[in-house]
């Protein structure tokens, strides 16, 4: 959650339910409470936290409780020891450390003695104060065992800031601040978040490395080498927890046999017996992810969805709110704290056997219903906001190399296959034959060029393709309404040379769309021609369009 | 800056100093703005890092005394 997006559901209606708790900790808690209070609502809870007086930690503790109120002590390595707080300088002399042990443990039984607490623990790094790094080191260490023993639930230690809490004395970034008024909250309503059910997974790049419409089966990769090593990994967390009782289930946008190869070929953790369903289509994902959940037969507030886009992340997020999402890590940097977050959402207990046979149970159930037709969410509203801009190239002169590129190794949203030279490239440009790419930004960043289109002088396109991972963004229509508005003085109509291949479902989809195709899956090679009025103009108000 | 990060960063300066429709986030500075307080700052700071994925560090929070001080940080963050 960021923060316009807290400051957003703060100012609505709070909710009935009153969540009275004191937030005690030693920085500035002001930052922070935006966000204990949204996620609060997103739990339906009004948050009424009390904080305290700047440095009265220490007092508090020596303080009975107020009746009727929770406590959650939001603590780090100085609230256990004061001399390792960074704000005040290395002390003098160097402590010894058993006696910053027993000074920490004192404090740490008065805290599990405290009825009605809750304690959070952020293992922030310590100033060097035993001056031998391999003391120091066994002090963090010490610390946390400590906050542990007395019933803490120990945060991420990257949650600390030294920047802000020297700054301005609050020990959380702006980055930070959502995940830790999450924990604030969860240990406020003295209950975890309830246990999840079924974990939803994207495949390419997230299952396994690399895109199976382009790579092809053999070229995915989820072995414990290479670029494989991060997905293994995931794959080996994910059949453990399918082991444990949590139904595994896929989503991807693909064709259905494409999208099931790679874990049929086998010599991945999983296989396709391991999944409740696999879902692979070219609907969006919340829609998959609704349908799957009432297929189910299970709420919608006990799955978790994972994925690398972050696009695709936000469109579910945005669709379907009760929903868990997780963004598959870029960097094996970041692949750690991604998997503690999956096992905390699937808390580990007693496997029994009805666990164990849960996915053949709900295999069974699914094997016996109908098919449902997969309407999908509307995501014209969730585009709207992803503020996309694109700049359309004219690349006949200058640099083609993108272009070329793009074209070659298309397979999915490809016009007809066709590889194209250089030299053909140019030829056909040679002849009056214009060339255009078109590079795609959002408010997440750019995407780059994922667009490239070949027109004759006679309004003939040889050549037109687009990158899968902007596929469900309407960029086509946008492209083609602009490119429509270009050609209308002139022949009025574009012909466009068709070929179905194995793999261009999506484009042949796009034709269906478009009403040149009558059946996507029997179509035959041919010219089309898409005349005026024929594509949708309401794409166009999606994007900004600029010319480069 | 891009319209959309600058459109971002108006919204922070709304919800951060609660402005009214009549005000125009772009001609605030500390100096005139009786709301703009060390507390706001932080919050400003706090608000800019969530929204922009940059951290601020205390030195160009020192700097941090206008709207315009604001689009200079992120603009000098390549935003």
Redesign the interface.
């Known amino acids: 959650m960021?923060?316009?997006e807290a400051?957003t559901l703060v100012r609505g209606e709070p909710p009935v339910q009153q969540l009275p708790f004191l937030l005690a900790m030693s920085g500035?808690p002001?930052?922070l409470e935006l966000y204990v209070r949204a996620h609060a609502i997103r739990r339906g809870h009004d948050a009424r936290l009390r904080t305290l007086p700047f440095n009265t930690l220490p007092q508090t503790l020596l303080s009975p409780p107020q009746s009727g109120e929770r406590d959650v002590f939001l603590l780090l390595p100085w609230d256990l020891t004061p001399e390792l707080d960074w704000r005040s300088g290395l002390p003098a002399e160097r402590p010894v450390l058993a006696s910053l042990r027993r000074a920490a443990a004192q404090r740490c039984e008065r805290l599990a003695a405290r009825p009605n607490a809750a304690v959070l623990y952020v293992p922030a790094p310590v100033p060097p104060v035993l001056g031998i790094p391999r003391d120091d080191r066994h002090l963090e260490h010490l610390l946390m065992t400590i906050a542990g023993d007395a019933g803490a639930d120990c945060l991420d230690g990257g949650l600390f800031?030294l920047?802000?809490y020297?700054?301005?004395g609050?020990p959380f970034?702006?980055?930070a601040?959502?995940a830790v008024a999450e924990a604030v909250v969860a240990a406020a309503l003295d209950r975890p978040a309830a246990a999840k059910k079924v974990l939803i997974t994207d495949l390419d790049n997230t299952l396994w490395a690399g895109i199976v419409g382009e790579d092809g089966i053999e070229g995915v990769s989820a072995a414990p080498q290479g670029v494989g090593y991060r997905h293994f990994v995931y794959q080996s967390l994910l059949a453990g927890l399918q082991r444990q009782g949590v139904l595994l289930a896929a989503v991807s946008r693909n064709d259905p046999d494409l999208a099931r190869g790679p874990l049929e070929k086998g010599g991945m953790a999983l296989g396709p017996e391991q999944f409740v369903a696999i879902s692979a289509n070219y609907h969006s994902k919340s829609g998959q992810i609704a349908a799957l959940a009432e297929s189910l037969d299970l709420g919608r507030d006990a799955l978790v969805f994972v994925d690398d886009n972050p696009v695709e992340i936000e469109e579910v997020q945005d669709a379907l709110p009760e929903v868990t999402c997780l963004t598959f890590p870029s960097s094996d940097e970041h692949l750690p704290g991604f998997l503690t977050r999956l096992n905390e959402l699937f808390p580990g207990a007693v496997v029994t056997a009805e666990d164990r046979d849960r996915t053949a149970m709900y295999r069974r159930r699914l094997a016996g219903m109908v098919p449902k037709d997969l309407a999908g969410a509307d995501v014209t509203e969730f585009l709207r906001d992803l503020?996309m801009r694109l700049r359309i190239h004219d690349r006949t002169t200058g640099d083609h190399e993108r272009a070329v590129q793009l074209i070659n190794k298309t397979n999915q949203f490809n016009l007809n296959g066709r590889r194209w030279s250089d030299a053909e490239i140019a030829d056909a440009l040679a002849q009056g034959g214009r060339l255009y790419t078109a590079e795609l930004a959002d408010?997440h960043g750019s995407h780059g060029e994922i667009l490239a289109c070949l027109v004759t002088a006679a309004g003939v396109v040889p050549a037109l393709v687009m990158s899968c991972r902007v596929l469900q963004r309407r960029v086509e229509q946008g492209f083609l309404a602009w490119l429509m508005s270009r050609y209308a003085d002139g022949a009025g109509e574009l012909r466009l040379l068709f070929e179905p291949t194995q793999r261009n479902t999506p484009l042949r989809l796009f034709l269906r769309e478009l009403s040149l195709l009558e059946d996507a899956d029997r179509a035959t090679a041919g010219e089309l021609v898409l005349g005026a009025g024929q594509v949708p103009q309401e794409a166009l108000a999606l994007f900004q369009i600029e010319i480069g | 800056m891009n319209p959309d990060n600058a459109a971002t960063l108006r919204a922070i300066f709304r919800s951060v100093f609660e402005l009214g429709d009549d005000v125009d986030p772009e001609t605030l500075n500390a100096q005139d703005e009786p709301k703009w307080d060390s507390l706001a700052t932080v919050m400003l700071i706090a608000a800019m890092e969530s929204e922009f994925q940059v951290s601020v560090d205390p030195a160009e929070a020192l700097q941090l005394n206008s709207f315009g001080a604001a689009q200079a940080l992120l603009d000098g963050k390549g935003l």
Do not use: K, P, Y
């Open positions: 960021n923060f316009l400051a500035t002001e930052t800031s920047a802000a020297l700054a301005h609050t970034g702006g980055n601040l959502s503020q408010r």
